[in-house]
């Protein structure tokens, strides 16, 4: 099946950095990836979409400016959470798609801000 | 209304139980359903899409039921590896924007 990567698999860091987080999709090419926070024993929050090439459309109540996403081609999307804090601290996962709207996730991350 | 709404569970099953959950959306124009498997700390991972005409794939069995507005999932025979979370997920029409529901908890114990 399609196989979608997420770099770095762990981050710990101090308040007031910035997280740049890698999603690729290896086998395949990806019209579409998505970005979701899932909180400890939560469920998984869309936080944003993105196409190749274009805007990335956020969800209500996702500060655009502080959640930076990049999809610079079909393979590759990255978030950038800036100016971290530790209410940002939480699994964040992508996941890529195709024209036939199967999604496929990315191992995520656990984000760690101290 | 939620858009996607699932009993959260947990569902607590002994091994060799057979154990169904539903799934309800409330966007009658949706076009394409898929139940994912999650577990604890780690990314979902599909485990089948949801046909009209109903999915098999082993001891799972995934059912539409557009009339009433839900999908079902159907478990034969748990075994003990099959206690995750089981997340269903809506896709409505034309955006491909997914809603995913709070996901369903099953323990299947010995």
């Known amino acids: 099946g399609a196989v979608v990567s997420q770099h770095p698999s762990r981050v710990i860091c101090k308040s007031g950095t910035s997280v740049k987080i890698e999603c690729r999709s290896l086998?395949?090419?990806?019209?579409?990836m998505f970005w979701y926070r899932q909180f400890p024993k939560q469920s998984l929050m869309l936080m944003a979409t993105?196409?190749?090439?274009?805007?990335?459309?956020?969800e209500q109540g996702v500060e655009k400016d502080k959640f930076l996403i990049n999809h610079a081609s079909l393979t590759l999307s990255t978030l950038t959470v800036t100016s971290a804090h530790p209410e940002d601290s939480s699994f964040y996962i992508c996941?890529?798609?195709?024209?036939?709207?199967?999604?496929?996730f990315g191992p995520g991350t656990r984000l760690t801000v101290l | 209304r939620k858009e996607v709404e699932q009993d959260p569970g947990p569902f607590n099953v002994p091994e060799g139980a057979t154990v169904a959950f539903n799934c309800t959306y409330s966007?009658?124009?949706?076009?394409?359903f898929f139940w994912y498997r999650q577990d604890c700390r780690k990314e979902p991972k599909l485990l089948m899409s949801?046909?009209?005409s109903g999915n098999e794939d082993g001891r799972f069995t995934a059912q539409l039921n557009r009339a009433s507005q839900y999908i079902s999932l159907l478990i034969r025979d748990s075994k003990l590896s099959d206690s995750a979370t089981y997340l269903c997920?809506?896709?409505?029409?034309?955006?491909?924007?997914?809603?995913f529901g709070r996901g369903t908890s099953l323990i299947v114990h010995p």
């Open positions: 996941s890529a798609s195709t024209n036939t709207d199967t999604q496929y």
């Open positions: 086998d395949f090419q990806a019209t579409t």
């Open positions: 993105s196409n190749e090439g274009s805007k990335a459309t956020y």
């Open positions: 966007n009658s124009a949706s076009q394409s």
């Open positions: 949801v046909y009209s």
């Open positions: 997920v809506v896709n409505p029409g034309g955006s491909y924007i997914p809603t």
